[in-house]
C-alpha cells in the first residue's frame, strides 16, 4: 500500500478537482492532469506518502525524513515558481491580444493556472492524510 496509496489520493484530488470545476461551470477533460486549482493533487500525493512512510517506518526513519524534505519541495514549488509562472501567463496573454490580429494568431494562448494557493496546498494535505488513514 505505501506504493498505491499515494496515487489513490493524486486520483481522488483530481477528481475533486473536475468535479469543482464542473461547479464552476469550466469543466473540460483536459483538466485531469493539469497543474493549479482546488484541492492540490501534489499536495494530496506526498500527504499519504508521507503517512504510509510514518505507519510503516517511523518518526526516526531516514525514508520518512526524506519524504518530509521532498514534500516541502514539491509544495514550494507549486505556491512559488509555478504560482508565478501562472501569473507571467496571464501577462503574456494580455500582452498578445494586444498585437494586431495577424500577429496575435501567430502565438499561443498560454494556461495560466499552474500554481496553488496555499488554502489549495492545505486542503490537498488533509485529503492526502484521510485518505491515507482510510487505506
Not at 80 to 107: C, Q, W
Amino acid at each position: 500500500t505505501f506504493l498505491i496509496t499515494p496515487f489513490i489520493a493524486l486520483i481522488i484530488a483530481q477528481i475533486i478537482k473536475l468535479i469543482i470545476l464542473s461547479f464552476q461551470n469550466k469543466f473540460s477533460w483536459k483538466d485531469l492532469d493539469s497543474y493549479g486549482g482546488m484541492p492540490s493533487s501534489h499536495a494530496a500525493f506526498m500527504a499519504a506518502a508521507v503517512y504510509k512512510a510514518y505507519e510503516g517506518f517511523g518518526l526516526s526513519s531516514p525514508i520518512f525524513a526524506i519524504l518530509v524534505f521532498l514534500t516541502f519541495i514539491v509544495l514550494r514549488d507549486a505556491a512559488g515558481i509555478r504560482m508565478t509562472i501562472g501569473k507571467h501567463a496571464k501577462v503574456l496573454n494580455s500582452l498578445i491580444k494586444d498585437l494586431p490580429d495577424d500577429l496575435e494568431e501567430k502565438y499561443p494562448h498560454l494556461e495560466p493556472r499552474q500554481g496553488h494557493t496555499y488554502f489549495q496546498i492545505l486542503i490537498g494535505l488533509l485529503l492526502g492524510l484521510l485518505i491515507a488513514i482510510i487505506l
